[in-house]
């Protein structure tokens, strides 16, 4: 089988065990129901014609863990005007929903002629001497006060962290989209923003990413830039990027999850 997160059945979708997430093997991760949404939300904004239109924003609530068991999902048009449209989500499992995704799609036109300000430092993509262009998955590249490297137990620490990554295919035999790419990875943002020098103790219940133009590859990077935390309540924002420049940021909002800690010193990945 491909490394692909989903096999499907006409509507219905099986997880693979690629889709399992770190906290529970029963557990679908935040990247495989993220491109699932928003998979099922650019489908329905196909199905309308409006290739007019251009993925600004989506936002994915987690209420529940979703399981590593078949699923559908639903879509709802909240709104489509001639400048944005509006389309909703919701993942089934037999009578559960355990997530549902919101999107805006708006409508590029000519960008006027005033300046206004934004930040001079900007997250460039890794040198190619050290991390080589791809676009097929493997190991992501991360990024702390170490440097570079695929080595997750060297980067449990408590400095900033940045993850480069290739985006894996949400459905077997489909190409994924750079909407789907984008949607899934930023699930990224609570790893490169929660992950301390006692692994992740902190599971996000939600994710929010806003791009102001598609990427131009499967390749992204996710940098932490800000995170604030009160009595188990955490927030964490990060720059997302390509080998272009900056897209966007994302945010996730965030629980203590310390009992069932992700510890990457225990674990080992490989191609």
Known sequence: MDLVFFTADGDTLTPTALAASSWSKNQMHGLAVSGAL????????????????RPAR??????????MTPATVETT??????????????????????????????????APDGVVWEPSERPEAPDPSVV????????????????????????????RKTIWQVGIPIVEGEEPTPFQMVASLADST???????????????????VGISR???????????????????????VAEVFDRDGLIGQSMVTSLVNAKRSVDFTSDEFNE
Do not use: Y
Request: hydrophobic fraction near 40%.
């Open 190 to 208: 609570s790893l490169v923003c929660n992950w301390g020098d006692q692994g992740v103790q902190f599971i996000n219940t939600d994710l929010t």
């Open 38 to 53: 928003a998979r099922a939300i650019e489908g329905r904004v196909d199905e309308l014609g409006r290739a007019d239109m």
């Open 58 to 67: 989506i936002t994915v609530d987690l209420f529940q863990p979703a399981t």
């Open 132 to 159: 080589p262009e791809s676009q097929e998955p493997r190991v992501p590249f991360l990024h702390s006060d170490i440097g570079w490297s695929q080595d997750f137990k060297a980067h449990q620490n408590s400095s």
């Open 214 to 236: 598609l990427p131009s590859s499967r390749e992204m990077g996710f940098r932490a830039v800000e995170r604030t935390e009160q009595d188990g309540i955490a927030i964490g």
């Open 77 to 110: 048009v909240l709104r489509e005007g001639r400048r944005i449209l509006m389309v909703e989500a919701t993942l089934v499992q037999e009578d559960r929903r355990p997530a549902r995704a919101a999107a805006i799609f708006l409508a590029p036109d000519e």
